[in-house]
């Protein structure tokens, strides 16, 4: 389990990434933190296209900055908003992370002391996952 101090030190990480969000669509700016099983940390945030449904969110690009370093089993994500709520993954996002995951804490943070702390076993029940193809 993450001490509280480090999960702060990785909301703030977020925050900085979110900070280099590409939205100027929605304008609303995603940082998202995933840390491996083996402790390593990588940042993403949201990538938007013209086409709008091009848009990749903070959460995917955080994983796929991890696949390309060639580590495949996430602990934990950790999410910022800059929200007076937190918010929770997007549909596709819970199904990418799950796709990595045994049994994953989220942690979603915005710019009050809220958090959503939950699972993706919880958010995402029932998945479809690497398992169902039986590999
Ligand atoms: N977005 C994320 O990056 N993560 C989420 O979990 C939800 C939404 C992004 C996508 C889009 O660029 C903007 O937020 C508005 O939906």
């Given at each position: 389990?993450?001490?509280?101090?480090n999960?702060?030190?990785?909301i703030?990480?977020?925050?900085?990434?979110?900070?280099?969000?590409?939205?100027?669509?929605?304008?609303?700016q995603?940082?998202?933190?995933?840390?491996?099983?083996?402790?390593?940390?990588?940042?993403?945030?949201?990538?938007?296209?013209?086409?709008?449904?091009?848009?990749?969110?903070?959460?995917?690009?955080?994983?796929?900055?991890?696949?390309a370093?060639?580590?495949?089993?996430?602990?934990?994500?950790?999410?910022?908003?800059?929200?007076?709520?937190p918010?929770?993954p997007?549909?596709?996002?819970?199904?990418?992370?799950?796709?990595?995951?045994?049994?994953?804490?989220?942690?979603?943070?915005?710019?009050?002391?809220?958090?959503?702390?939950?699972?993706?076993?919880?958010?995402?029940?029932?998945?479809?996952g690497?398992?169902?193809?039986?590999?």
């Amino acid at each position: 389990m993450e001490t509280e101090p480090n999960l702060i030190r990785l909301i703030e990480l977020a925050k900085a990434a979110s900070k280099k969000a590409y939205c100027p669509y929605s304008k609303f700016q995603v940082g998202a933190i995933v840390v491996t099983e083996s402790g390593e940390e990588f940042s993403g945030c949201n990538v938007e296209n013209a086409s709008y449904g091009l848009t990749i969110c903070a959460e995917r690009n955080a994983i796929f900055q991890m696949v390309a370093q060639a580590r495949h089993r996430i602990k934990l994500v950790v999410i910022y908003t800059p929200t007076k709520e937190p918010a929770s993954p997007c549909g596709a996002c819970r199904q990418v992370i799950n796709e990595f995951a045994t049994g994953v804490r989220i942690v979603s943070a915005c710019d009050s002391e809220k958090r959503i702390d939950t699972t993706i076993d919880h958010l995402l029940p029932g998945a479809f996952g690497p398992n169902n193809l039986g590999n």
